[in-house]
């Protein structure tokens, strides 16, 4: 059990962060056990192409990157300053990390070390930039082309997790965001059973949490005392990321709203933008557009702006006739 007590500083310093450099590592995850990630299995048909067709290699990648996940060494996937820097400026971190401390984290792994790793722990600066090498050429080939839809359903995630905030107040962040994952009277828990941890975040640097698509249905927690503590967790609708068929409406609520309609509030179980709704239904975006505006008139959708990206969410409403 992973026990994590929270004070009124750390609580109010949590936040939210996006990761391209963690996206890739689990993705080589799902690539070396994808039975055991299936809902990716449309991702990793795709992915192996474009790496085979670009002639990406990645083996010192490949080789730190093993299973299970807990075994990751933390410069591989240190939590970002910046709520979504790009891939560039989290390279250039990974690049910057000092010697003393790769092999710090490389003594964690276990012996013997597969032979590049060995290499990167004998002279960590230009194993580093090997390592940033391939990371970028991973990323351009197979989770570049689709970060669109990725990123989507990560600000859908942290948008949802913000409204319930405001709804229900900051205990609310952690309702339902792992099934690992309980909060109590300011106390977190993260079950596990490699052995017992309990920290008390008094540093002021409160949680980075940090919503992967590829460590579905798993997580990773990072608390060592000198490190800023987060949590990589699944952002809830990954079963719908690779999906083309679509959702579907109630016939019911189809012969009221209009089937157009309806398929675009079943749609939304997670926030989307009209561009995404598009591409999903096959509709223009203009006439997406149109029947969005009238779903918000009606009370049935809200509409959040995250950056330069607009997102339509159900409102209560909409999840209440849904439900009917």
């Not at 890739?24 to 085979?52: C, I």
């Amino acid at each position: 059990m992973l026990t994590l007590d929270f004070s009124a500083q750390d609580l109010a310093a949590t936040r939210f962060a996006g990761s391209r450099v963690v996206e890739v590592v689990m993705s080589v995850q799902v690539l070396k056990d994808p039975g055991a990630k299936a809902v990716h299995l449309p991702w990793v048909r795709r992915a192996r192409e474009r790496l085979a067709a670009g002639r990406v290699r990645y083996e010192l990648l490949s080789q730190l990157v093993p299973m299970p996940a807990w075994h990751l060494p933390q410069f591989l996937t240190a939590l970002p300053a910046a709520t979504a820097p790009g891939i560039e400026a989290e390279l250039a971190a990974l690049t910057a990390t000092a010697p003393a401390v790769v092999r710090a984290e490389l003594d964690l792994v276990g012996q013997p070390l597969p032979p590049l790793v060995a290499e990167l722990y004998a002279d960590p600066v230009p194993g580093l930039e090997r390592l940033a090498g391939e990371v970028r050429a991973y990323w351009s080939a197979a989770v570049e082309p689709y970060w669109g839809r990725i990123v989507r359903l990560v600000e859908g995630e942290i948008l949802y997790r913000a409204r319930r905030m405001a709804a229900d107040g900051p205990a609310a962040l952690f309702d339902g965001l792992h099934p690992k994952v309980r909060w109590q009277d300011g106390r977190m828990t993260v079950a596990q059973q490699r052995y017992e941890i309990e920290r008390r975040l008094d540093g002021g640097r409160g949680l980075v949490l940090v919503p992967s698509v590829f460590i579905w249905p798993g997580m990773v927690w990072q608390v060592e005392p000198e490190g800023q503590p987060g949590l990589v967790y699944p952002p809830r609708g990954v079963a719908t990321l690779w999906e083309s068929a679509g959702a579907t409406a109630p016939d019911g609520l189809a012969g009221v709203l209009g089937r157009t309609r309806a398929r675009l509030l079943a749609e939304l179980e997670s926030p989307a933008s009209t561009s995404e709704l598009a591409a999903r239904t096959g509709g223009s975006p203009a006439n997406v557009s149109h029947h969005l505006t009238a779903l918000r008139e009606a009370g049935l959708l809200a509409r959040h702006r995250t950056g330069r990206t607009v997102l339509y969410a159900r409102t209560e409403a909409a999840e209440l006739l849904l439900r009917g």
